[in-house]
């Protein structure tokens, strides 16, 4: 896979803006109808959210798959484009969307370069993603203090602290405890928020709870090596060379919000064609709203699929808006 140089002009069929499950999916998609894709995304690499925070997590409710890890949906994904050569423009944003009567729509791109595109698929998931954290841990950020963990074996026999009390803290326990040296889940509160089952798994693991309890300071020469935690009125130190703030985050639409779509409550409304209010713009996944929506990735596949067969028939007038049996190729090429 190749990230398009900074600067360059890419001239495609669709550009498709998030490269998370349905925005890869819509590649795929409109590569099996003949078209080309750009794939833009502000992340350094393809997965978008699951990529970022949820590798190593299995998931349960994707068709076909009895569980299959975030890495491996990604991988796979990824692998099933591949043969239809779409560019991928990682580590960009997309900041501008203007359309151009001749040339099609042209998005410009946050640090130079643009892509040309006859449709649009906005796939960006919730939009921009910015973590929250704490004051005293930005010193040590990619020193030691993370906000995901993209690979379990990287904290193998370290001492790991984990802040939160949300679902990705209580995971990230859960993975990193056979692999760590140990594992120290810190929560400001009593009760966690995250599923009961998984409270109780936890409870049971080889792992240090430590509740009512805030991180106060790390310490460390070059990276982290220990952490301050306060409980009520007495502070320990504990030792540390990861630090994963499971805090959540900060969403919001971007630059997508001046694009003139149609928002409603930080979604982008579209039609059952998955339509925007602008022309060939449609929206995906979990940006996207219409009555009835149930927030699933096999939602957004599906979501995927119809978006990329509608842009088909807009860019190719007379064309079939059901595409031929995949059944009856021989492989994936056309």
Request: glycine share 10%; hydrophobic share 45%.
């Amino acid at each position: 896979m190749e990230t398009t140089v900074v600067g360059a002009e890419e001239c495609v069929d669709v550009a498709i803006v998030g490269a998370g499950p349905a925005g890869l999916y819509a590649a795929y998609c409109a590569g099996f109808r003949g078209l080309s894709s750009a794939i833009v995304d502000a992340l350094p690499e393809p997965g978008g959210q699951i990529g970022a925070l949820y590798p190593e997590k299995r998931i349960y409710d994707v068709a076909g798959h009895v569980a299959v890890r975030g890495r491996e949906l990604i991988d796979n994904l990824v692998a099933q484009i591949a043969p239809f050569d779409p560019s991928y423009l990682l580590g960009r944003t997309a900041a501008s969307l203007t359309l151009d009567e001749e040339a099609g729509w042209l998005i410009g791109l946050e640090n130079g370069g643009r892509v040309r595109a006859g449709a649009v698929v906005i796939a960006a998931g919730l939009g921009r993603s910015v973590p929250r954290t704490l004051t005293c841990l930005r010193p040590y950020e990619r020193r030691g203090v993370a906000y995901h963990v993209p690979r379990l074996d990287e904290h193998r026999d370290r001492d790991v602290v984990i802040v939160g009390g949300g679902d990705s803290a209580v995971d990230w326990a859960l993975a990193l405890a056979p692999i760590a040296r140990s594992v120290t889940v810190v929560h400001r509160r009593s009760a966690f928020r995250a599923h009961e089952h998984s409270v109780k798994r936890m409870y049971a693991a080889d792992i240090r709870v430590l509740t009512d309890a805030q991180v106060t300071a790390c310490n460390g020469v070059r990276r982290l090596e220990e952490v301050r935690v306060r409980i009520g009125e007495e502070e320990s130190t504990l030792p540390a060379q990861a630090l994963v703030a499971a805090l959540g985050f900060i969403t919001n639409l971007g630059s997508i919000a001046d694009w003139g779509l149609q928002v409603e409550n930080r979604q982008v409304t579209v039609d059952r064609a998955m339509r925007t209010n602008l022309p060939r713009v449609y929206a995906v996944g979990d940006i996207c709203t219409y009555e009835g929506r149930v927030p699933l990735i096999s939602v957004g596949f599906g979501e995927a699929a119809t978006a990329a067969n509608h842009a088909a028939i807009e860019l190719r007038p007379g064309s079939r808006l059901i595409p031929e049996h995949s059944t009856d190729r021989d492989g994936p090429l056309p």
